[in-house]
């Protein structure tokens, strides 16, 4: 598996693609190559950091350069035209889909993998064996603060010990799904919490203190499991599987792990997607996304879904699947067999 890079190397690796662009001030390379600027979820970093270095190794004319700054933060670049395309961790936002419709930006949505939210404690917590959704909106929902600061409080015989909580930032594309799935509204969390937009702050936060909470991505704590202990949900419905359940490519990918499995996207400017060496990279996305979202830890989408995409970006289906911007309880077979295009007009 490839490995995850560390904060220090994503910026070597950001700063040594955007020289050649910095030098010439006009978004070309001194040697003529064609810029593509990629910004957004840190956690679809990896997929798209190892989609580019492959990509560049065969065709040297199309550089890519890849920034962090969170799903929000590079939603914020990507509507109004600063960047070609936006890793995200949740679909667009409508209020972030008015702002392209705003400014004549039409955007091609492309699911790329699967992934699980992982709840995570440290290894020397020895008395939670697993968490209900009903237990983690009474630990995160933002009536919580200040108020739900030790473990007996969550359940009976648990410890008179401070819960210490790691999570992402509020431009994270991950802060929006869980707090939408576990609170039941995006952004409603407690704010007394140790928050980073890194993952790997977060993996050593929680792996420091024994009486630390967290989630992230589940590649995240596939990377670092040996500092980790998983923990397995309870959603209470039992249609989608009973009892406790741990994130896995298998309960991931059929949605028994519920509701804090969700799709990772990527969204191309339909601009820049039109022009040949853009539209190559895309397609080579999509076809070796089977391969290396399974190397860098995440979870494939099934054959017949990534056709289905594949198919979309070969028609230029520009506008999202995802009405108003909601996941949570959707199914992406379904969503992407009643889409419609453009939604961004």
Same mark, same amino acid.
């Given at each position: 598996m490839k490995k995850i890079l560390l904060p220090a190397l994503l910026l070597s690796f950001f700063l040594s693609c955007t020289s050649s662009e910095n030098n010439t001030g006009n978004g070309e390379a001194s040697d003529k190559q064609l810029i593509l600027k990629v910004d957004g979820s840190s956690t679809v970093y990896p997929i798209t950091e190892a989609v580019a270095e492959d =990509?560049?190794?065969?065709?040297?004319? #199309?550089?890519?350069?890849?920034g962090i700054s969170g799903t929000g933060g590079g939603m914020k670049k990507f509507t109004v035209g600063e960047i070609d395309i936006c890793n995200a961790s949740r679909p667009i936002k409508k209020s972030e889909n008015d702002i392209c419709i705003e400014k004549n930006i039409k955007y091609i949505e492309l699911p790329i993998a699967y992934d699980g939210l992982a709840v995570t404690v440290n290894p020397k917590n020895n008395w939670v064996d697993y968490l209900t959704v009903a237990e983690l909106k009474t630990i995160w929902e933002a009536a919580a603060q200040g108020k739900i600061m030790n473990w007996s409080q969550i359940r009976k015989g648990w410890p008179d010990k401070p819960i210490k909580l790691f999570g992402p930032g509020t431009d994270s594309g991950t802060f929006d799904y869980f707090t939408e799935a576990v609170i039941g509204k995006q952004g409603d969390s407690r704010g007394d919490y140790t928050a980073s937009e890194d993952d790997n702050v977060l993996v050593q936060g929680v792996s420091s203190d024994d009486g630390s909470l967290g989630y992230f991505g589940l590649a995240y704590y596939e990377e670092n499991a040996s500092k980790l202990k998983l923990v397995p949900i309870d959603d209470g419905n039992e249609s989608n599987g009973a009892g406790p359940i741990a994130p896995s490519l298998e309960t991931v990918q059929n949605g028994t792990y519920a509701p804090l499995s969700r799709v990772l996207l990527i969204y191309a400017n339909s601009a820049a997607e039109g022009k040949k060496e853009v539209k190559d990279? #895309?397609?080579?996305?999509?076809?070796?996304?089977?391969? #290396?979202?399974?190397?860098?830890?995440?979870?494939?989408?099934?054959?017949?879904? =990534?056709?289905?995409?594949?198919?979309? #970006?070969?028609?230029?289906?520009?506008?999202?699947? =995802?009405?108003?911007?909601?996941?949570?309880?959707?199914?992406?077979?379904d969503l992407l067999k009643t889409a419609k295009s453009d939604t961004a007009e």
């Open positions: =990509y560049r190794a065969a065709n040297p004319q #199309l550089q890519v350069t890849i990279f #895309l397609h080579f996305y999509i076809e070796n996304a089977p391969t #290396l979202v399974k190397e860098v830890g995440f979870i494939p989408l099934q054959s017949n879904i =990534y056709a289905t995409v594949a198919q979309r #970006l070969e028609n230029d289906v520009t506008g999202s699947i =995802y009405t108003d911007g909601h996941e949570v309880g959707t199914n992406l077979e």
